[in-house]
């Protein structure tokens, strides 16, 4: 998956749960074509290595996240209410 692929997710308005565990080419260019998601409530960012804590910060606390990332921690204060 690339942040271009992205733009195509974006359009998937009832999509719940997504995995982009080890896309490693994808950028926080290309999570905000799925920050309009209002019906996501999980997604898997382990691997995403380019994705950086301002690119997470624009995503709802109402979805769950997970980012492992090897010396990067996220907490609850980096997501909007």
Known sequence: ???HGLTHIGSL???QSLNLSGCYNLTNK???HIISLKQLQSL???GCYKITEQGLARFPKRITISYPCWGYKITHATFKN
């Open 1 to 3: 998956m690339t942040d």
């Open 13 to 15: 308005k009832h999509l």
């Open 30 to 32: 290309g999570l905000a």
């Open 44 to 46: 898997d960012l382990s």
